[in-house]
């Protein structure tokens, strides 16, 4: 997962990611990243076409995952496998 790119969708209006908080009835927020930039657009075309044009696809190493979610005070990552579904895989960090 180091070596691996990944691509994340970012508000062009505030510069916040696109994230995932999977229980409403917690605080525990994932960041949402993609394994290929269009993988980040089909996704959003799908389930957000209204706000589409407000995001933007930014890449990031593998190795900058840890910082940026320390950074922004996320908990885990939600690896998008397939954007239609969506069928996403969410992994909590060792904070």
């Known amino acids: 997962m180091l070596s691996q790119v ?4 970012r508000s062009r209006a ?3 990611y696109l994230s995932a908080n999977p229980n409403p009835d917690s605080t525990v927020s994932y960041l949402l990243m993609f394994r290929e ?3 980040a ?3 959003l075309n799908a ?3 209204d706000v589409a ?3 933007g696809v930014e890449s990031i190493p593998g190795s900058s995952v840890k910082k940026l979610l320390e950074r922004w005070g996320f908990n885990g990552v939600g690896v998008v496998q397939d954007p239609l ?3 996403i895989e ?3 960090t060792n904070n």
Request: no cysteine; glycine share 4%; net charge negative.
């Open 41 to 43: 657009l089909s996704y």
């Open 14 to 16: 505030d510069g916040k």
């Open 90 to 92: 969410f992994l909590l």
């Open 37 to 39: 930039d269009y993988d």
């Open 6 to 9: 990944f691509y994340l969708l």
């Open 53 to 55: 044009d407000r995001f």
């Open 47 to 49: 389930h957000a076409p």
């Open 85 to 87: 579904v969506p069928n």
